[in-house]
């Protein structure tokens, strides 16, 4: 098994930044690309970003309307995952969730993700 857990999620106003953190622990041999997704009230679980292990480097990937403004990225030391997201918009206001996958099947599919965190909420005030 694989355990999750977010960090960094909180207040703020648009225009600001944060930055979250999800540390994974457990048996994570095998995880090689892990997620974000955030779910708004009344609303799907949405993908926002992935980061696949490739040797020592890494690919990264983004839904459309975070490009250039959220950066993926881990540190091996502390098996963890960041998703820094900076210019927050109100409509980036969702339970931000991180997910890990052992398998195949495509980085934007929730499906595709064995394990999950609880989730942390961003809020965003205009």
């Known amino acids: 098994q694989v355990q999750l857990v977010e960090s960094g999620g909180g207040l703020v106003q648009a225009g600001g930044s944060l930055r979250l953190s999800c540390a994974a622990s457990g048996r994570t041999f095998g995880i090689y690309a892990m997620g974000w997704f955030r779910q708004a009230p009344g609303k799907e679980r949405d993908f926002v970003a992935a980061?696949?292990?490739?040797?020592?480097?890494?690919?990264?990937y983004y839904t459309d309307s975070v490009k250039g403004l959220f950066t993926i990225s881990r540190d091996d030391a502390k098996n963890t995952v960041y998703l820094q997201m900076n210019s927050l918009k109100p409509e980036d206001t969702a339970v931000y969730y991180c997910?890990?996958?052992?398998?195949?099947?495509?980085?934007?599919?929730?499906?595709?993700?064995?394990?999950w965190g609880q989730g942390t909420q961003v809020t965003v005030s205009s």
């Open positions: 997910a890990a996958r052992r398998g195949i099947g495509s980085l934007y599919a929730s499906r595709s993700y064995d394990y």
């Open positions: 980061i696949q292990w490739r040797g020592s480097d890494s690919a990264t």
